[in-house]
C-alpha cells in the first residue's frame, strides 16, 4: 500500500525482495529507490527491468528505468560495501 503512496523509498533491511514484482506497477512516476543495506538484493532490479522499456544513467550513481506504461523510476546506483578499517 505504501508504494502507492511514497515519492522516496529506501530499504535498510538487509532482506532479499523488499520491492519487487507489483510493487513497480503501483509506484508514481517519478518515485525514486534507493536501498541503504549491505547487499543489492532489497530492491529485484530484474523485476523493475521486466516492466521496462529503456534503463539509462542520468546521473553519476543514478539510474532511470522508463516502464512500458510511461512512468519513470529513477533508482540510486548501488555501491558495493568497504570493508571496516581494522581496529
Not at 4 to 28: E, P, S
Not at 56 to 81: H, L, M, N, Q, Y
Request: net charge negative.
Amino acid at each position: 500500500e505504501a508504494v502507492k503512496q511514497a515519492d522516496l523509498i529506501v530499504t535498510v533491511t538487509g532482506n532479499a525482495d523488499i520491492i519487487c514484482g507489483d510493487d513497480f506497477k503501483y509506484m508514481k512516476d517519478g518515485c525514486m529507490l534507493a536501498n541503504s543495506g549491505h547487499f543489492n538484493v532489497e530492491i529485484n532490479r530484474q523485476d523493475l527491468e521486466a516492466i521496462s522499456t529503456e534503463v539509462k544513467e542520468v546521473r553519476e550513481s543514478i539510474e532511470e528505468f522508463t516502464t512500458k506504461d510511461g512512468r519513470t523510476i529513477p533508482k540510486v546506483a548501488t555501491v558495493a560495501p568497504t570493508k571496516p578499517a581494522s581496529l
